[in-house]
């Protein structure tokens, strides 16, 4: 059961809906009846394969004035003449429709352009195709001939009123009737399809364009980001089907970074891209189903990519729209040559200030007026100075305050004396804005322009003082001496112990008792030499005093334990209760003032006794007392025992061994650190010493 | 094979490096010695489980070599004991500074027997 047209009794009706009414068209004969036959057997079997696509073609013929010469419509079976999707129309016009009309009409057709085509579905046809497609066409014609029919004008231009008056074929009235609006003018055709792919619609709107995509170029900071808002700017303010963007990669090839809008880009694609990388100039490319437009970027000269703009379908790059494109082609390559630029300054600049930052010595920057450029963090934090505070002020104000001027002056002196090449070597002592004052070696270098003028120094600070020191040390007699005396010391002392141990053979106790004679004989002298050298430093006046705060509960605690064996050989009971206890002192050395006080009451305390300690907050002192239940010291001694080599004779002193110069070096020590010290005592009943240490400002 | 731990001995005193060698050797450590500072360096490259190291020695800093010691990433993790005989608790810094450069310990020889200087390897290498 089919439906089959009434004229020619082909099977091949199209339904049509023309103002509501159920009309159709027979695309074999192009007749449009409003009723179909329904016949029952196959009348008809076209050689067609199955599956094939219809297309009616239809030719408006216009001249380049825009009025209408003819209409033409033919059916054109798929197979043979042109099958869908591969119209190349834009240059050869399909050769049957050109023979047709040649003949027909004398017309020669020069140029095809795509007007319209639409789409009907068709559901009735048995042939399996359900899609009919039109396609109409606006031609060129080269030269007008005269046409057969003699109501013609003579030269043949016949305006549209004209054409209603022929008998037009069905379908080609359709598309008189319904597509084309009744004017003359071409650019007025307004189907959907030809509306849409006009990029532009006047020179204001373009230049419009253009400034709103420079804009946007110009805010963009990552160069990465440029490609994809180039391409979304491009894409949004035109009709353009597809946008791509190839760079020219390190190896010289042109490859694509990025495509937006329908993905047109295909290995054709990269052809035309890369002729137009090649040629350094716009190339346009027609494919079987769309139109390309190459666009070279340019900068300095050389072409850093390519910009295609792709349509799907083709002959879309008229000149107003490619020159557009240039523009704004140029636009984005400028901006992706900047951004590319200041990434590089960027990557530079970070890689020096890293280097900079990094140096484990102080670097220092000035120019040829002594004004400070630069420094680094470790300059800034061997100074205990601000960056804000160094950079733009001049060095002569900073070696003022450090107190090193004449090396400044030196400096700005070699710069004006145009040195050849070299360095400076120096060592400086700086006095700090914190006080402290230290050694500093530097070496300063030489900054020259292109044609070798001076213009600036960079300086290398390096904190030499510990070497300094050691190398002073060195030459210090206390220091030498010291080494000098405690070095055989430490070898008669060593092999004694050793010999004790058993390590050279067993050891008879007779032997061992002179050994334990001569070790002790050994420690007194070692002990001697330790309270000679402190004695010696602190007449000089060298105490090296290192203030910190910390816990001296903690530090109590640790003099007791090392301490602990001596006081369980006389099982005498030291108490003291910790507590944290927060001083601004010398740790170390306020660790040995307590051992010397604990020592003392430790050896002028009999068996059994009992030492107590206890700290006590004061203000802004510490006060730590020391007390014991030995001999006690008599009163005529109290400020004495301060003494140098003092020792309060008694009944125990004999026995106590000691140089006499211990509470001397606690007292130099307490009072250098900002203290007092002073005792309490009763004879016979005990001695309870007093010391005070600056109290911390944390809390504890 | 026991797997002795070995013990580089930084000294110039003749009579110093034979008595820790001997102590050492008798508590069952491998000693190597360096009397002369500017081998300082090459020797600890060639690797120790210990450095005792003396600090004033003629062409030798021995804080520098400590230093030197710290910053390299092979020789860092080497205990170092500062052994030495300048410094005083009571009028100088040098054990803190000893500490700030990464010293494992300090320690001044005449104070301290042979036995002592092994109970602080002890205690240091396990």
């Given amino acids: 059961m089919q439906r089959i047209c009434e004229y020619c009794k082909q099977p091949t009706l199209n339904e049509l809906n023309i103002d509501d009414k159920k009309t159709y068209l027979c695309l074999s004969c192009g007749k449009i009846s409003n009723k179909f036959i329904e016949s029952h057997s196959d009348i008809v079997s076209i050689d067609t394969k199955k599956g094939v696509k219809h297309i009616t073609v239809g030719a408006l013929i216009y001249d380049q004035n825009g009025r209408i010469l003819m209409v033409k419509r033919r059916v054109w079976p798929y197979v043979y003449d042109f099958p869908a999707g591969h119209l190349d129309y834009n240059e050869n016009p399909p050769q049957a429709i050109k023979r047709e009309v040649l003949e027909e009409t004398g017309l020669m057709i020069d140029k095809m352009e795509l007007l319209f085509n639409g789409e009907i579905e068709n559901d009735h046809c048995r042939y399996g195709a359900s899609i009919h497609e039109w396609y109409f066409f606006r031609c060129q014609v080269k030269s007008p001939v005269s046409f057969k029919n003699s109501e013609l004008d003579s030269i043949h231009w016949l305006p549209l009123e004209k054409i209603r008056k022929f008998e037009l074929l069905p379908a080609a009235r359709y598309v008189v009737d319904h597509v084309i609006e009744k004017k003359d003018s071409l650019p007025e055709i307004t189907h959907p399809i030809y509306h849409k792919h006009a990029l532009l619609d006047g020179e204001e709107k373009q230049n419009e364009l253009i400034y709103h995509i420079s804009s946007a170029l110009l805010k963009i900071e990552h160069s990465d980001n440029i490609l994809s808002v180039a391409t979304e700017e491009i894409l949004t303010a035109t009709n353009i089907d597809s946008i791509s963007i190839l760079l020219k990669t390190e190896k010289n090839e042109i490859k694509c970074q990025i495509t937006k809008g329908k993905q047109l880009f295909n290995k054709h694609s990269q052809e035309i891209a890369e002729k137009c990388a090649r040629l350094g100039k716009n190339v346009m490319g027609r494919s079987k189903n769309k139109s390309l437009l190459a666009l070279p970027m340019i900068s300095n000269g050389e072409t850093i990519g390519v910009i295609v703009a792709e349509m799907c379908l083709p002959g879309f790059f008229i000149e107003r729209e490619t020159q557009f494109l240039t523009i704004v082609t140029n636009e ?96 400086v002592e700086a006095k700090l804005p914190s006080g402290e004052k230290i050694w500093f070696g530097l070496i300063t270098s030489f900054i020259r322009d292109s044609l070798g003028k001076i213009t600036g120094s960079v300086i290398i600070l390096r904190n030499i003082t510990q070497e300094k020191e050691l190398l002073q040390a060195k ?31 067993k050891v008879t106790p007779h032997q061992l008792k002179y050994l334990e004679r001569a070790y002790s004989s050994t420690e007194r002298l070692v002990g001697l030499v330790e309270d000679l050298l402190s004695t010696l430093k602190i007449e000089e006046n060298k105490i090296n005093l290192d203030i910190v705060d910390f816990d001296i509960g903690e530090v109590i605690a640790d003099s007791i334990s090392s301490l602990k064996s001596k006081a369980k050989s006389k099982k005498l009971k030291i108490h003291y209760k910790y507590s944290p206890t ?100 009763e004879h016979q009943k005990g001695t309870t010493f007093y010391f005070t240490v600056p109290a911390s400002e944390l809390c504890s | 094979m026991t797997n002795k731990k070995s013990i580089l001995l930084i000294e110039d005193d003749l009579a110093l490096v034979e008595m820790y060698r001997d102590k050492l050797r008798k508590e069952g450590y491998r000693v190597l010695t360096v009397t002369d500072g500017r081998m300082a360096m090459q020797r600890i490259r060639q690797g120790a489980d210990l450095i005792l190291l003396d600090i004033l020695m003629p062409n030798l800093n021995g804080f520098e070599i400590l230093k030197r010691t710290k910053k390299e990433e092979e020789l860092k993790n080497i205990p170092v004991i500062v052994l030495t005989n300048i410094g005083s608790d009571s009028v100088d810094n040098d054990k803190k500074l000893a500490f700030s450069l990464g010293a494992a310990d300090y320690m001044i020889k005449s104070l301290n027997t042979p036995s002592d200087v092994v109970q602080k390897i002890k205690s240091i290498l396990g």
């Fill in chain 1, 582 to 681: 927060y001083v601004h002192a010398d740790k170390i050395k306020s660790k040995h003032i307590i051992e010397n006080l604990l020592d003392n009451a430790i050896k002028y305390t009999r068996n059994n006794g009992i030492i107590s300690i206890e700290t006590k907050s004061q203000a802004q002192n510490i006060l730590i007392s020391v007390q014991d239940n030995g001999v006690g010291i008599p009163q005529k001694y109290k400020t004495l025992v301060f003494d140098k080599f003092v020792r309060v004779k008694n009944t125990l002193s004999v026995n106590a061994g000691g140089t006499g110069l211990g509470l001397y070096i606690a007292k130099s020590l307490i009072e250098k650190q900002g203290g007092k010290i002073w005792l309490d005592s």
């Fill in chain 1, 475 to 505: 030459n210090d007699l206390v220091t030498t001496a010291t080494h000098e005396l405690r070095t055989p010391l430490t070898a008669i002392k060593g092999y004694l112990s050793m010999l004790k141990e058993g390590d050279a053979g």
């Fill in chain 1, 332 to 427: 984005i390559a400028v901006g992706i040559t900047n951004s590319r630029l200041i990434e590089s300054i960027k990557k530079e600049n970070d890689l020096l200030t890293s280097v900079l930052e990094n140096s484990g010595e102080g670097i220092l920057v000035i120019d040829n007026y002594g004004k400070i450029l630069a420094v680094n963090k470790f300059l800034e934090e061997s100074l205990g100075i601000n960056e804000k505070d160094l950079v733009g002020t001049n060095s002569a104000s900073l070696a003022g305050k450090l107190g090193i001027g004449d090396y400044q002056k030196k400096v700005m002196l070699a710069m004006k004396s145009k040195m050849e090449g070299s360095r400076l070597y120096d060592e």
